[in-house]
């Protein structure tokens, strides 16, 4: 990018490999929400790696001017997972404030992104189901060539919304509208067991946005070269609307958040759990 404030590029890390970067990330997301006294654990840690292969490899931008009408626009629709998205946009050097700043009373870094202050954050969002109506239209206003990214959550996914404004996308053949699903199949309260297991938030994901018109891509949402290959794919399909189903594991990385994906929705640890969770995850 260089010192040329009017230009827009992809955010390359020279210095780290995305792997590396997304596990220095997690450490500080586990670290955030315990000084936060809890919070939202598992969603948080399934899509770390869609943010951080977005924001390093698709997404043009410039941290120094946050506003850049060049820019691509993103949103986090899922937005309860704020503390990984302010990781990576502080990573960016989008902002300086500690991260244990967050939730604070009076601290810009709100429980839920907010745009009135937070530099680099496209839409305040947090009430779910309102990512891609937004997104729609942000795409419909901007030059063709300006990307609007929109991070969805799969139990997100039951709001009504969301299929109105797909179902709207499709009619208006819209191309530079591009959505991602953190498919993690957990949500904090969803259906009644069935034969001991708890369905998935929406059944048949991937057959519903293609019956609403979407060019649909799948992969390994914790798989960097799959989610590139997937976003290089969405990219450069035109004349639809694309969306990318990505697979993930609700609390990637920490076994012990893996293996109680409920709890964890957002919840809470003591002290102890605490220091198991950073003893186990280093």
């Not at 009430?127 to 109506?133: F, K, Y």
């Not at 499709?170 to 009644?192: P, R």
Request: aromatic content about 8%; charged content about 20%.
């Amino acid at each position: 990018m260089g010192k040329n404030l009017m230009a827009v590029a992809v955010q390359e890390n020279a210095s780290q490999s995305l792997a590396e970067e997304v596990y220095e990330l997690k450490g500080e997301i586990l670290k955030t929400l315990y000084a936060a006294g809890g919070g939202h654990y598992g969603g948080c840690l399934s899509v770390i790696d869609i943010l951080v292969v977005l924001y390093r490899y698709k997404l043009r931008i410039n941290p120094a001017v946050p506003e850049h009408a060049a820019r691509d626009r993103f949103i986090l629709s899922k937005g309860h997972a704020a503390v990984a998205l302010y990781a990576v946009l502080q990573k960016l050097g989008y902002f300086q404030d500690n991260l244990l700043d967050y939730s604070l009373f009076g601290s810009a870094l709100e429980g839920h992104p907010d745009m009135l202050t937070v530099p680099g954050i496209d839409f305040s969002s947090g009430s779910l189901g309102q990512g891609v109506s937004v997104g729609l239209g942000m795409a419909l206003s901007l030059p063709r060539d300006n990307n609007v990214w929109v991070v969805l959550g799969d139990g997100e996914c039951q709001e009504g919304q969301i299929w109105e404004s797909a179902m709207l996308a499709c009619n208006t053949a819209v191309s530079n509208l591009k959505v991602i699903v953190d498919c993690n199949k957990h949500q904090e309260w969803g259906w009644a067991e069935r034969n001991g297991e708890k369905p998935a938030p929406v059944s048949d994901m991937v057959e519903k946005w293609r019956a609403f018109g979407w060019h649909v891509v799948e992969c390994d949402g914790h798989d960097h070269r799959a989610l590139m290959a997937a976003m290089d794919e969405v990219d450069a399909h035109s004349g639809q609307p694309a969306v990318i189903i990505a697979h993930t594991v609700k609390g990637k990385g920490v076994v012990a958040i893996e293996k109680d994906p409920v709890r964890f929705h957002c919840g809470t640890v003591t002290e102890i759990e605490h220091y198991q969770i950073m003893r186990d995850y280093s």
